[in-house]
């Protein structure tokens, strides 16, 4: 039915060309599509290790075994024969139950979670400092130890400085987020 | 409408109701996939054949549309002012600007409207109900065919496009006799298309309640 016209249009040119821009869009990648999401998810996963779950499933008896009787505790054999159901157990909290948790918490009650979250990181600072202190504190006690070993061996007090207790610990303050 | 448009060499037929004009022959169809986000037409399917449609002298072309009425509305505006010398004609003008305050209508649609004709946009369009078209439309129309209404809202907004006799004789109207309205003379009774329709399927597709707005 295409019939050549002798003229052009009066705008055809670079107008239709930023029209047909204004007014199309790319189909989106074949790997940005909700199923490719999906099926690349899985190589993303947070596995549950079978050893977690193990350690998971001795310390739901720790409490008996500590306040009741030490025979409430796990025994190897018995660990091993509920781990698998813990393992999946834990897989299922960490995939489902907990990210939908954590959304419903931090939609409803934003303020909660954000202190969570706050506390939940100067936790965790405090707890590497806290860990690199009683280091160098253990270590402190070491030297001192060998010194004064070294000094009863001679005969001899210590001459060992022995650092204040403000200058023996010499570590990074934390930095709170 | 398509008595209307029957010697236009350039037209563009936009199908909001996908029935009897999916298989209208002599015109190309097209099925334009809209997406609401990124907003625009999927693929290049449209934008294509009005790439190669521009430089003939004819084309005839049905496009479908099956969602977002206004949106596709409005981005076929920008896109056939670009291509320019053309007419288009919408059925079913209510689905796609209904009636609303000035600002409600898209800016690519408005524009068309009031300047399209400075760059070769004659606009045309078919509603069963006159009062659920948006008032520019109605405004801006050069000539307005008054098919048989009957609903009171529609008759009030007939009364402010011709003298109330006449506005009182729509309800009565004959298949295929309209009052005509037009900006250069006064409002008229016509007959002319009583026996002078011979399209196939044209005696179903202009129903006789429906209303011709055109420009151009």
Redesign the interface.
Known sequence: ??????K?????GG??E???A????E?EPADELPGAEAEAAPAEAFLIRPEWANAAARLCFLPAARLSHPAFALTDEEAEKITPQFQALMQAVSDRYAPALLGRVANRHPELFDAAAALGVLYWQKWRYVAKLRQIEAQQAAEKAAAERSARAAGQPSEAPIPASDEAVNVTPIRVI | MLHEVRAVPRLVIVDPKCAQLVNLK?Y?HLWPEY?AK???????S??DY???????????VVVHVRDNFREQLE?LC??L?????LTMCVDELGLFIPSGSPGSLPPAITSAMISGRH??LRFCGTAQRPALVHVTARANAERIRWYRITERNDLDAARDYMPGPLADSLPRLPDYVCVETSDGSPAFRDESMVGRLRLPGASRLSKPSQKNLSRG
């Open positions: 039915m295409w019939k050549k016209a002798e052009q249009s009066v705008t055809a107008d239709f930023a029209a047909a204004r007014v199309t869009v189909p | 002599g190309d997406s990124p907003r625009g037409w999927v693929g290049p449209m934008t009005f790439r190669e449609a521009r430089g003939h002298e004819s084309f005839r981005l920008i896109l002012r670009a291509v320019g010398d760059e070769g």
